[in-house]
């Protein structure tokens, strides 16, 4: 079963911007944390930016200024704003429910997010 499902990712010259959006099947209004992570080639997995329950945000430093973190518990959606992206960006991008004490911590698929300089 697929708990969280990544869209919006695609091709776009540097400078450019793309919303990224994560569709949750479970109530996310009490998930400790969502986040939004990226894995480039021969890269580990890193973590890009994150939301807590009660709406703190934080963010990589490469991506402060430039990507902002939002949520909607009402349905289920959280996305990934990326502004001014850099071919540095350029990573599948991974949505993560986090909440250890439900046990869950779920991951999505990914989407491919390809920055041209």
């Known amino acids: 079963q697929e708990h969280l499902v990544e869209s919006g990712g695609g091709l776009v010259q540097a400078g450019g911007s793309l919303r990224l959006s994560c569709a949750a099947s479970?109530?996310?209004?009490?998930?400790?944390?969502m986040g939004w992570y990226r894995q480039a080639p021969g890269k580990q997995r890193e973590l890009v930016a994150a939301?807590?329950?009660?709406?703190?945000?934080n963010y990589v430093d490469s991506v402060k200024g430039r990507f902002t973190i939002s949520k909607d518990n009402a349905k289920n959606m959280v996305y990934l704003q990326m502004n001014s992206l850099k071919p540095e960006d350029t990573a599948v991008y991974y949505c993560?429910?986090?909440?250890?004490?439900?046990?869950?911590?779920?991951w999505g698929k990914g989407t491919l997010v390809t920055v041209s300089s």
């Open positions: 479970l109530s996310i209004f009490s998930i400790n944390t």
């Open positions: 993560n429910a986090d909440s250890p004490y439900y046990g869950i911590h779920y």
């Open positions: 939301i807590t329950s009660g709406g703190s945000t």
